[in-house]
């Protein structure tokens, strides 16, 4: 190499230097965070689902869509958009399954929750059970003891009144089972067309007794994420029941009260962090909730995630991921790392938690972003979905 060459080497290795640095500055975001090469496709996708997700939330459409009632990103944008908007206060602000009030000292928990699923009467439940026990479960996760519960009723004329007191039978019924009182109601009736037989809203109320404070935005790197038990059970059961498809199948909905679980689980584990219960949009958006408010990033094993041979199979035949498919009668908890084993064997003593299991853990890196370990070694992430494949499962 003559001493020319050298220093032509030489330069040239000096140049590179200087584009390196100044695309190094060049690829830290507002925030002085620094990103990886852009030639990384992984990468790129992950910081356009960033970007998408901090854009201020707004409805496209001008007319309302059946995805605007599924749970996925319609859901939120709709919710965010319009209805957080509209109603900003720091109690709504956390968006969890119930809002947390204190009176007097007294901490309490409200919700409140409408339900339409279709068809009325289904394999294991009908929509008289799923309204009380949606509204139990919903204070349940909230660290509360459910107490009171409303019931709305919107009938449609015509409506048989041999089905009507089905559902009334099946609401009292659930009541008793749960230790709750429906203590207040109403009744709607709308013309003939104008609904679709019957419509139930129920609220409820319950004390929060417990020193805890519960909510997906405490999730913390390190912590283990736990579901209940088997997943995807009454979407399909729903799916199904509806008979526009043909498939047999032995599923059930698993639509039944968390309150006794919830109870074992806080009793064994106080530090618990978050509950949800599973409902519409399924385990996949609760998980992508977690992450999004911590701002935190999720890892699950598709491995690890208890899903019936019943519900895999017709959820292959009809093209869904069982990841979100709703349930009526499961949560997903985030614990310590260290608390794990001992919230796992708790809820495992309880009848609705007999299948629980670790799925995952929360970790710091891809913060904002779920990611699923596959069968097959790799990973994909695991995204809201913009609607449902199953409405009107609730």
């Known amino acids: ?24 500055e060049l690829e830290r975001d507002a925030g002085g965070r620094r990103q990886l090469p852009l030639a990384d496709p992984e990468q790129q996708v992950l910081d356009r689902i960033d970007r998408a997700r901090r854009r201020r939330p707004r409805v496209r459409e001008e007319r309302i869509t059946m995805s605007h009632g599924a749970g996925g990103k319609a859901t939120q944008t709709l919710i ?6 509209a109603f900003r206060n720091p109690l709504l602000e956390p968006l969890e399954d119930a ?10 928990a409200l919700t409140t929750d409408s339900y339409v699923v279709k068809p009325l009467f289904f394999p294991g439940g009908d929509i008289g059970d799923l309204a009380v026990n949606g509204t139990v479960n919903d204070l349940s996760v909230a660290g509360a003891t459910p107490l009171y519960l409303s019931a709305g009723f919107i009938l449609e004329e015509g409506f048989p009144v041999a089905d009507l007191s089905r559902v009334v039978e099946s609401m009292a019924a659930a009541a008793a089972a749960a230790g709750v009182r429906i203590v207040t109601g109403d009744t709607k009736v709308v013309e003939k067309g104008k609904a679709d037989g019957c419509y139930v809203n129920t609220a409820g109320v319950g004390l929060i007794e417990r020193d805890v404070t519960l909510g997906v935005a405490r999730a913390r790197p390190g912590d283990a994420i736990i579901v209940s038990g088997p997943i995807g059970d009454h979407g399909i059961t729903i799916m199904l029941a509806r008979g526009e498809l043909d498939i047999e199948a032995d599923i059930s909905s698993d639509t039944a009260p968390l309150n006794g679980l919830v109870a074992e689980l806080l009793n064994a584990v106080p530090s618990v962090r978050a509950m949800r219960d599973a409902t519409r949009g399924g385990v996949a958006t609760i998980l992508n909730e977690i992450a999004k408010a911590a701002n935190v990033g999720v890892l699950v094993s598709e491995d690890n995630i208890p899903v019936r041979a019943e519900v895999r199979g017709a959820s292959e035949l009809l093209g869904i991921d069982p ?54 070694g790799g990973t994909r992430i695991v995204d809201l979905l913009v609607g449902d494949p199953l409405p009107r499962i609730c």
């Open 323 to 376: 990841m979100y498919v709703a349930c009526e009668g499961r949560l997903v908890a985030v614990v310590p790392g260290e608390e794990a084993d001992h919230a796992v064997a708790a809820m495992r003593g309880h009848p609705l938690g007999e299948q629980a299991a670790v799925i995952g853990h929360v970790r710091a890196e891809q913060p904002g972003i779920v990611q699923l370990k596959t069968a097959f």
């Open 80 to 85: 965010e958009a319009i209805f957080l908007d």
């Open 1 to 24: 190499m003559t001493a020319g060459d050298q220093r032509s080497w030489v330069d040239q290795a000096l140049h590179e230097h200087d584009e390196h640095e100044r695309l190094d």
């Open 99 to 108: 809002a947390e009030l204190t009176v007097n000292a007294t901490r309490l």
